[in-house]
């Protein structure tokens, strides 16, 4: 209980925190010359002019050497495969989630579709793959990015709530560690993953959340509390 309490008086700070992780740079450095032009595709993309505004590259619609290792750095960060620098549908995809991300701001739930009568509850828009606690209409953690179910294994949407936790869990159906879960809708549960928050195409229809993130989420909820899944995730 002293965990929770304590967590709770953190939580204003947390909101502010949640909301800086999303407009942090999210591309790290290319490799060298020669490994870019070893592999990189130089074919401009479909969507070769939104991408190249999203990296801050001259917008000029037409791939370039320095285009392709940004585009390729940014994949490679994110675990996009093929890793070659070409703008395709799923590299701007992943782009645009993380914009829609950005906009959202401290006000995730400006469109009021998380119900804000239930006091304290954990809302997931799969459309933008983002998650927030609220109660009622007061935000308390978040908006931090999540990683929902890929198509065919969606994260089913509607009202539900946290009926089991398990901080160290282990799962046998995927024999991976799924640390922080709390289960919500059969097999479903927020639980911490290392892999990228924008890593296609998705999870076998858990909130997958950053290690701090599900932390958090941990010591704010409990056993019994609302969760509210809607949306839908682009690509499925």
Known sequence: MGTRVGARIGARAAVLGGAAALALPLVVAGGGAAQ?????NLTTGPYQRQVEQ???????????????????????????????????????????????????????????????????????????????????????????????????????????????????????????????????DGGIAFHSTTKSMWNPPGSGGCVNMRPADAKAYWNLLGKGEDVHVYGRKPGT
Request: proline letters at 7%; one cysteine or more.
């Open 54 to 184: 999203f990296l801050g590259r001259p917008v000029d619609g037409k791939q370039s050497a320095a285009d392709c290792t940004a585009i390729r750095s940014f994949q490679a960060s994110h675990g996009i495969t093929p890793t070659q620098g070409h703008a395709g549908p799923l590299t701007w995809r992943i782009m645009n989630t993380m914009l829609a991300q950005r906009a959202a701001g401290s006000t995730p739930n400006r469109a009021g579709d998380c119900p804000t009568d239930r006091g304290r509850i954990a809302c997931v828009d799969l459309t933008r793959q983002l998650s927030w606690i609220q109660d009622g209409a007061t935000l308390t953690y978040g908006p931090v990015p999540v990683r929902t179910g890929k198509d065919g294994t969606e994260t089913r949407t509607g009202p539900k709530k946290i009926y089991y936790r398990s901080i160290d869990h282990w799962s046998t159906l995927y024999n991976v560690s799924m640390p922080y879960a709390q289960f919500f």
């Open 36 to 40: 870019a032009a070893a592999s990189c």
